[in-house]
Nanobody, 122 residues
Framework: QVQLVESGGGMMQAGGSLSLSCAVSGRTFSRYLMGWFRQAPGKEREFVAAIWWSGVSTYYADVVKGRFTISRDKTKNTITLQMNSLKPEDTAVYYC???????????????WGQGTQVTVSS
């Protein structure tokens, strides 16, 4: 089992920045892919970004590429999503997730955090 706990959500004006953190614990996760998804009201959960715990590769949705950065801290066992140049359309509940394979579909991911709300005002 892998346990994931998100923190760092909140409200921000468009153009601002927020940083989300995901604390990872449980069984060995050195071979896991760690990801962020988001879900806006009335919409399906969508892929945002992912990184292998080894750090060898990162993946981004086109809509956040160049604005968001995913990273991991092995000493603190955390995954961070740095979000810059925020837009109102970034408003959603953001979820941390983990799995052992690359997939952009939330249906394929096994482990999830409880989510944290991000609201961007115009």
């Amino acid at each position: 089992q892998v346990q994931l706990v998100e923190s760092g959500g909140g409200m921000m004006q468009a153009g601002g920045s927020l940083s989300l953190s995901c604390a990872v614990s449980g069984r060995t996760f050195s071979r896991y892919l760690m990801g962020w998804f988001r879900q806006a009201p009335g919409k399906e959960r969508e892929f945002v970004a992912a990184i292998w715990w080894s750090g060898v590769s990162t993946y981004y949705a086109d809509v956040v590429k160049g604005r968001f950065t995913i990273s991991r801290d092995k000493t603190k066992n955390t995954i961070t999503l740095q979000m810059n140049s925020l837009k109102p359309e970034d408003t959603a509940v953001y979820y941390c997730a983990a799995d052992t394979r690359v997939s952009y579909s939330h249906y394929d991911w096994d482990y999830w955090g409880q989510g944290t709300q991000v609201t961007v005002s115009s």
